[in-house]
Nanobody, 122 residues
């Protein structure tokens, strides 16, 4: 499975962005999808995961109520809607895919996209 994330950019604090991750080369609807991020000088961290049909999601506490993930299996795409952005959300955002149950552990994800940079100015 090949993943390509896009939609990042520069936004002011309090603003919104929508990231997309397009998948190809596999049966998208059989994969759980996840979003991770890596802030400058920090390790990559889990953000959110969504199961194959979109009915189950799990968010890291720091983004609950501000970020929402969804997927469109007909378009082989998963989305990350980010609202009320804060400077601390600045990071490279990665999407990932795996076949199996939801997990926050990065080592259990099989496929990774190249990342898209989100910069939130104060």
């Amino acid at each position: 499975v090949q993943l390509q994330a896009f939609g990042g950019g520069l936004v002011q604090a309090g603003g919104s962005l929508r990231l997309s991750c397009a998948a190809s080369g596999g049966t998208f609807s059989t994969y759980s999808m996840g979003w991770f991020r890596q802030a400058p000088g920090k390790e990559r961290e889990f953000v959110v995961t969504i199961n194959w049909n979109g009915e189950n999601t799990y968010y890291v506490d720091s983004v609950k109520g501000r970020f929402t993930t969804s997927r469109d299996n007909a378009k082989n795409t998963v989305y990350l809607h980010m609202n009320s952005l804060k400077p601390e959300d600045t990071a490279v955002y990665y999407c990932a895919a795996r076949q199996g149950v939801l997990t926050t552990r990065q080592t259990r994800w099989d496929y990774w996209g190249q990342g898209t940079l989100v910069t939130v100015s104060s």
